[in-house]
T-cell receptor, first 109, second 113 residues
Framework: AQRVTQPEKLLSVFKGAPVELKCNYS??????LFWYVQYSRQRLQLLLR??SRESIKGFTADLNKGETSFHLKKPFAQEEDSAMYYC???????????FGTGTRLQVFP | EAGVTQFPSHSVIEKGQTVTLRCDPI?????LYWYRRVMGKEIKFLLH????????ESGMPNNRFLAERTGGTYSTLKVQPAELEDSGVYFC???????????FGQGTRLTVV
């Protein structure tokens, strides 16, 4: 079954601390993995996707096929990073997104 | 460029009533998706239009839900009759090409009482 698991509902850190939001997936094939972010009172938006291998707003995510993980990392968290983060995948002959339940990141000053 | 817009932003209806949600995708985006998030659960795919054709409606929960995209522009999602478990946030997204970045609307929060 296709599934995305985000084990943490809430992650709280202080400004300047490293952040890692966990994402594991289950998919029989080669999926494409994404991280979406929703800031307070804003719409859901794409943060990054694994095929682009970019660093966006200091965030990176590496696809680990052996561990079926796509954890999101940032070495030094900022207060403006506080938001809801969703891991998602798509694959096969469809580009519908399968989302995890999301992790709320709170960065305290 | 205007983003994906959804109407209404909130809707409160009684069980058994009908509600119609509307989504205006970004101009030129042939792909239009509907998703919903019910309380405490993940955002789930409902269906995918390519222009006016339903490409994938595997996520539609039951026949109380009807989606249309006449003319391949805006889309409507009708729930008739609404049930309590239909409460949640309904998102619309559009993309220019299949597999391209999906741009989301702000969502419609539906509450069925």
């Amino acid at each position: 079954a296709q599934r995305v698991t985000q084990p943490e509902k809430l992650l709280s850190v202080f400004k300047g601390a490293p952040v890692e939001l966990k994402c594991n997936y289950s998919y029989s094939g080669s999926p494409e993995l994404f991280w979406y972010v929703q800031y307070s009172r804003q719409r859901l938006q794409l943060l990054l996707r694994h095929i682009s291998r970019e660093s966006i707003k200091g965030f990176t995510a590496d696809l680990n096929k052996g561990e079926t993980s796509f954890h999101l990392k940032k070495p030094f968290a900022q207060e403006e990073d506080s938001a809801m983060y969703y891991c998602a995948l798509s694959g096969g002959n469809t580009d519908k997104l399968i989302f995890g339940t999301g992790t709320r990141l709170q960065v305290f000053p | 460029e205007a983003g994906v817009t959804q109407f209404p932003s909130h809707s409160v209806i009684e069980k058994g009533q009908t509600v119609t949600l509307r989504c205006d995708p970004i101009s030129g985006h042939d792909n239009l998706y509907w998703y919903r998030r019910v309380m405490g659960k993940e955002i789930k795919f409902l269906l995918h239009f390519v222009k006016e054709s339903k490409q994938d409606e595997s996520g539609m929960p039951n026949n109380r839900f009807l989606a249309e995209r006449t003319g391949g522009t805006y889309s409507t999602l009708k729930v008739q009759p609404a049930e309590l478990e239909d409460s949640g946030v309904y998102f619309c997204a559009s993309s220019r090409i299949r597999g391209g970045e999906a741009f989301f609307g702000q969502g419609t929060r539906l509450t069925v009482v």
